[in-house]
């Protein structure tokens, strides 16, 4: 029986969103970045698997990063992954309570401060913005555009906004074009009509909703999930990850008189016998952008 942990979800992401990441995009940020030490706030950062990208990645060396997340399961997570992964880089550790983490090293000079709370409360009591606000695979679930409005008061300079989910999901091979399209569809539509809010078409909508703040598209590009087998194997922990798209297509899915229990619950299974034999490649358009608010 297979577990599914959402932290480690986060965790198989890593790679997908490695490849994923639109690199223009991202030369544009590290072209625009102030003088450090730089302040960065990322809303619903899960476990902090950007904040280790971006150190990795060489962007960031004297900082002050704050997480922010909903989930305080995510956070407890956090800190205690953000102190391992640290110290097996090298970085000396120190914590000051559960929720701060200062990582020193060679050059690097970076204080870690986790916060639980959701992003609306967190905003009313932030009091200094940042250079720059990070939303990574988070706005296509939030209501816009008032959640963008209110995201934007948390920097002054720049906001990174990657992994807009945008409307296509693909599953190769074919099953059958009618089942496969109508799953699709339905999978589609849970993202438009979640109570909390959120967009299947949230990448697009963007371009439109930047123009109601005070801030420009200094870049925007691409950032699709392309995952495929290699020699019928999966790269890192990227099998987990496709079992866990399953997972959330299967949770999230309703079933009605065109897509009964049994048709979905067929689909399900012949996707994990392809995952499982290695023949499943799965895509999800996605957009990056790169804002810079107007002084
Ligand atoms: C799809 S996950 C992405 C996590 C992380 N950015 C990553 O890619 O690894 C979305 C995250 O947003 C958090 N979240 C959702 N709504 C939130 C809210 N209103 N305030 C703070 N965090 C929220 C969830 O707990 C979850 O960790």
Redesign the pocket.
Known sequence: MMEYS?PRY?LS??SV?DRALNKDVFLALKNKLPPEPIRII??????G??LRRLIRWGVIRKAEYIL????AD?VEYASEWIPAWAGESGFSVERSGTHQISLTGVDINIHVRLVA????D?IQTNKTPADVLI????LD??PMPDSLTKLLTLTKNLAWLT?NFDGVTTFEPVIDEELDTLIESRYHSTMDTRP?GGSSRSGRQMFTHVQAVHADILAAGSSDWVVYPADGCYPEDEKYFLEFILHFVEGSVWTCPQLTAERLQHWLDVRRTQIARGELTYIAHQLDFLLGMRR
Request: no cysteine; glycine share 10%.
């Open positions: 959402f986060l992401k890593q969103d990322e809303v619903g950062a899960g476990i698997t950007m922010v997340d909903g989930m995510n709370a959701d992003v609306f967190f939303a990574h695979a988070f679930l939030l992994l909390s």
